[in-house]
C-alpha cells in the first residue's frame, strides 16, 4: 500500500481511520493486538519507572542539584508522552482504529511531538551540562539552578515552537501507519508538508544529535587523558571505562530510539511514490515511544545518589554499604585540575 494513502480514507467502501476496525484492510487483528500489547508494557513501566524519578526527587531535598533539575525534566516529558500518547494508542490498537476523533488526532499528535521534542532537547542539555561541568570550556564556570532552569524552559519554549506550526498550517496531524496512533503528515507529500519536515528533521534531531556527540566525545577525551596520566589507579582506570560504557549506552539508546523514525519520516517525505505497508510505517513511531523507558533507566538510575535515595524510599530507610570500588560517578581528574574538584562532576552526589 502506498505511503500517500495511509492517512486518508481507502477506497471501496472500507473504513476511515475514525470510522471502524482498520483490520483486515492494513492488518491482521493479531498485528494490532500484538501492538497493544507492546503499548500496555510500555505504559505500564514508563509510568513506574518516571513516576518514581519525579516522586524521589520531590521527596528528598539532597536531590535538588541542577543536574537532577534536568533528569526530572526528562522524567516529566516522557511520562506525558506515555499519558498522552502511549496510552491513547493503547485503547486504539485494542479498537482497532482511532476511537477518539479527529479532534483527538491532532491533540495526541501535538502532545506527542511536543513532549518528544522536549525529552530529545533535555537530552541534548543533559549532555552539554556533563561537557562544561567535566572539560570546563568556559573556566571555573559553575552550573547552577538558574542554569538548570534556563536550560529546562529552552527545551519547552523550543518544543512549542516546532510542534505547533501544523495546528496552524504548516504541515498536520494525521493517523499514520496502523491508523491508531497521529503525527506530523509524513505521508502526502507536497511543499508544504516537506519543508515542514526537513525543518523538523534539522531542529529537532540533527541539532540535539550534534551537540550529543560533540559533548559526549569531549567528555571521553578528557576522562580518557586524565586516566593516561594515572595509569597506577586501578580505580581511576575502572572509572574511565565505566563512565566510557555509559556513554555509549547514551549514544546507541538515543540513536535506536530516534534515528529510525526521523529516517523514515524523511524518506517519506522526500519520496512521495515510495510503498511502505502500513506495518512497517508504524514500527518506527512505536518504537521511539519506548524510550520513556530507557531514558529514566539509563539518565536516572545509573547515578548513586539517586539509588540510595529510592532503596530508601522504598526498603525502610536502607542504607547501602560503601565498597572501594569506583563507580561511573566518580570522574578521573585531568591535566591541570586537581582531583578534588573533578570528584562526583559526571554523575554528581550533591548540588553544585
Not at 543536574?67 to 485494542?94: E, H, M, Q, R, W
Not at 595509569?231 to 547514551?250: C, L, Y
Request: contains cysteine; charged residues 10%; positive net charge.
Amino acid at each position: 500500500m502506498s505511503s500517500s494513502n495511509s492517512s486518508q480514507a481507502p477506497p471501496n467502501g472500507t473504513p476511515g481511520p475514525f470510522d471502524g476496525p482498520q483490520w483486515p484492510y492494513q492488518a491482521p487483528r493479531s498485528v494490532y493486538m500484538g501492538v497493544a500489547v507492546l503499548m500496555g508494557t510500555v505504559v505500564a513501566c514508563a509510568s513506574v519507572v518516571n513516576g518514581l524519578v519525579i516522586v524521589v526527587s520531590i521527596r528528598y531535598k539532597k536531590l535538588r542539584s541542577p543536574l537532577n533539575y534536568i533528569l526530572v525534566n526528562l522524567a516529566l516529558a516522557d511520562l506525558l508522552v506515555t499519558l498522552c500518547g502511549s496510552s491513547v494508542s493503547l485503547s486504539n490498537n485494542i479498537n482497532g482504529f482511532f476511537v477518539f476523533g479527529r479532534r483527538m488526532c491532532e491533540m495526541e499528535g501535538f502532545m506527542v511531538s511536543l513532549t518528544g521534542i522536549v525529552g530529545l532537547w533535555s537530552l541534548a542539555i543533559l549532555a552539554l551540562e556533563r561537557y562544561v561541568v567535566v572539560c570546563r570550556p568556559l573556566g571555573d564556570f559553575r552550573f547552577q539552578r538558574r542554569h538548570a532552569v534556563s536550560g529546562c524552559a529552552f527545551t519547552w519554549g523550543w518544543a512549542l515552537l516546532w510542534s505547533t506550526p501544523p495546528l496552524l498550517g504548516w504541515s498536520s496531524y494525521v493517523p499514520e501507519g496502523l491508523r491508531t496512533s497521529c503525527g506530523p503528515n509524513w505521508y502526502t507529500g507536497g511543499s508544504n508538508n516537506n519543508s515542514y519536515i526537513l525543518t523538523l528533521f534539522v531542529t529537532c534531531f540533527v541539532l540535539p544529535l550534534s551537540l550529543i556527540l560533540f559533548s559526549y566525545t569531549n567528555l571521553l577525551v578528557t576522562l580518557r587523558a586524565a586516566a593516561a596520566q594515572q595509569k597506577e589507579a586501578d580505580t581511576t582506570q575502572q572509572a574511565e571505562r565505566e563512565v566510557t560504557r555509559m556513554v555509549i549506552v547514551m549514544v546507541m539508546a538515543f540513536l535506536l530510539c530516534w534515528l529510525p523514525y526521523s529516517t523514515f519520516a524523511l524518506v517519506v517525505a522526500t519520496h512521495k511514490g515510495i510503498v511502505i505497508q502500513p506495518v512497517l510505517a508504524s514500527l518506527p513511531s512505536y518504537f521511539s515511544k519506548t524510550a520513556t523507558v530507557y531514558n529514566p533507566i539509563i539518565y536516572v538510575f545509573m547515578n548513586k545518589q539517586f539509588q540510595s535515595c529510592l532503596l530508601e524510599m522504598l526498603c525502610c530507610s536502607y542504607q547501602p554499604q560503601r565498597t572501594g570500588k569506583a563507580s561511573p560517578g566518580t570522574p578521573v581528574p585531568h591535566a591541570g585540575v586537581p582531583a578534588a574538584r573533578l570528584q562526583n562532576k559526571v554523575m554528581p552526589a550533591r548540588p553544585v
